[in-house]
């Protein structure tokens, strides 16, 4: 597709269930990006790609969360163990520039995940 | 924490008048970004303004930045009923190294 994908849209997970979040990013985007978003908020920021590197996991909250783009496309978003203080809507960006200087980036539609 | 701090926090008006939103940030910047986000979507990049630019249109968007007072506002003319949606401003750092900061948005309704 033309655009970021993110799948699920939706995933209801209990308290103690590991999930995976699923970010297709646009075709030859070298920077892919995770953002965490609470309800009534701004995006958060939570890890940074360049191609399969993951040169900055400074925003993930806890040991918990893990993130992987093995062939620097796909990426996905795990988070062990869940709380329900990791619910909120998971955002996924990407842009065909690297870092994060002068470039728009391109969001998917996000996963929102209720912890219940 | 987050850099971007929009103001206000939630505007109504009517359809048909202008919007203005304000966007405030603590250091300095290579650019600031407007992104529009509609309920349960995800966000659209609407304008880019760099730092060495005082003013930029697009379309009924427009754009002011001053860095002497770290402020930036955005204006929208001759709202739409589709214009409702929350509106971030995110500050592009200086380093490469660095990420871009979102506020915690704008979020606007206009009345029919």
């Known amino acids: 597709g033309a655009g970021v994908s993110q799948s699920p849209r939706y995933k209801v997970a209990k308290r103690g269930q590991d999930v995976a979040l699923r970010c297709d990013p646009i075709s030859g985007h070298v920077s892919l990006f995770w953002y965490q978003q609470a309800l009534g908020q701004g995006p958060e920021f939570l890890t940074y790609f360049q191609n399969e590197a993951q040169l900055d996991k400074s925003g993930l909250p806890s040991d918990r969360f893990f993130a992987e783009r093995p062939e620097g496309s796909v990426s996905t978003l795990k988070i062990q163990r869940t709380q329900q203080e990791d619910s909120a809507v998971y955002l996924c960006?990407?842009?065909?520039?690297?870092?994060?200087?002068?470039?728009?980036?391109?969001f998917g539609q996000g996963t929102r995940l209720t912890v219940v | 924490s987050q850099q971007g701090e929009e103001d206000p926090q939630a505007l109504s008006i009517q359809e048909g008048e202008n919007a203005t939103m304000n966007c405030s940030y603590k250091?300095?910047?290579?650019?600031l970004q407007w992104y529009r986000q509609n309920s349960g979507r995800g966000l659209v990049h609407l304008i880019l303004i760099r730092s060495n630019e005082r003013e930029k249109h697009s379309g009924r968007l427009r754009v002011t930045l001053d860095t002497s007072k770290k402020s930036s506002s955005l204006l929208i003319t001759a709202s739409r009923a589709a214009d409702t949606a929350s509106y971030f401003c995110a500050t592009g750092p200086m380093n490469r190294d660095d990420k871009i900061i979102f506020g915690k948005g704008t979020r606007l309704h206009i009345l029919p």
């Open positions: 250091t300095s910047i290579n650019n």
């Open positions: 960006a990407s842009s065909f520039v690297p870092g994060h200087l002068n470039t728009e980036a391109f």
